[in-house]
């Protein structure tokens, strides 16, 4: 049997087993996908192949730490510098970052956007960013602090934090910040979130499985949105795809992920 798993602290909130392990069923696969609490970021590498895992997930707060211990980093994880999965192929530990092609594939439906705004300059904003400059989207980041933007900022962002931001139209704005997953806080002072949303044609949370505050004020405006659900879903996904070379559909994948999310 081929062993998986999700690396994390905390992590018994993950929803990755239940996508991953109701796939690996329902599409036949011998395999099992476990979740671990992993407190040290420094012993990732060497936990990852002391359990003999052929792959693995990593989240929150371990990302970078993954990136740096990877025997291999493939694709646009190289920019981002932090990775959310391992595989592990002919004695090496080969890492890749499958958020950033799952938010694309997730704004899909919002159809064809030229320019977008990124509430935060976090992890998850460096993966947003980086994909939408390498598929031609005119990115801003909008920080609160302007410590983390120089990375924004060598990626060809326009960057600002909250005191030098004028406000204009975006087809898309995006909270990648964590306000509004445990408390009722707003990613940007009110007043400029009202006007960014007055301007904005679609808005988006990363936050996943509720309403924050930011997405409530962008449903009563009437602007299509939506949270994290779909970014989640098919990062989930283009893992999955890595874990199994691509032996199935990426329909039959995202249809039995999807089940396993709702169980
Ligand atoms: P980070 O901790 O890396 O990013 C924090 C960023 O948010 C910083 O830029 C920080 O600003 C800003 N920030 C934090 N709190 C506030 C606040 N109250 N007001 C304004 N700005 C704030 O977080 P991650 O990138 O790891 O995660 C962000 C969110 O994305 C989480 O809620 C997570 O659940 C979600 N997520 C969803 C995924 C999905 O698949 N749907 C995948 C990964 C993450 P400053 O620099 O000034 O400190």
């Not at 992590?11 to 796939?23: E, R, V, Y």
């Not at 036949?28 to 990852?48: S, V």
């Not at 009722?184 to 904005?200: F, K, V």
């Not at 009563?220 to 890595?242: R, T, W």
């Amino acid at each position: 049997m081929n062993l998986f798993a999700i690396f994390g602290d905390p992590i018994t909130h993950s929803k990755s087993p239940l996508m991953h392990n109701n796939a690996f069923i329902k599409l036949g696969e011998n395999a099992c996908y476990n979740r671990i609490r992993l407190e040290d970021g420094e012993r990732l590498k060497e936990t990852f192949l002391s359990l003999g895992l052929q792959g693995a997930n990593i989240t929150v707060p371990h990302k970078e730490k993954a990136y740096e211990q990877a025997d291999q980093v493939e694709g646009i994880a190289t920019t981002i510098q932090a990775v959310n999965t391992y595989i592990y192929q002919e004695g090496k530990v080969i890492a890749y970052n499958t958020d950033a092609p799952g938010f694309y594939q997730s704004i899909q439906s919002f159809g064809t956007l030229q320019s977008i705004l990124i509430l935060g300059a976090g992890g998850t904003a460096k993966a947003v960013a980086a994909i939408c400059k390498e598929k031609g989207i005119k990115t801003t980041v909008l920080n609160r602090s302007a410590s983390r933007l120089p990375f924004f900022e060598t990626l060809g962002c326009t960057c600002h934090t909250w005191e030098d931001f004028e406000v204009h139209p975006f087809d898309l704005v995006v909270n990648t910040t964590s306000a509004g997953l445990k408390d009722d806080s707003l990613p940007a002072p009110e007043e400029t979130l009202e006007q960014i949303l007055n301007q904005s044609s679609n808005a988006m949370d990363a936050i996943y499985g509720k309403q924050t505050p930011f997405l409530q004020k962008a449903e009563s405006k009437g602007i299509p949105n939506k949270d994290g659900h779909d970014m989640l879903l098919y990062q989930g996904v283009i893992a999955f795809e890595l874990f199994t070379q691509k032996r199935h559909s990426r329909e039959q994948i995202t249809q039995f992920m999807q089940q396993g999310l709702s169980l």
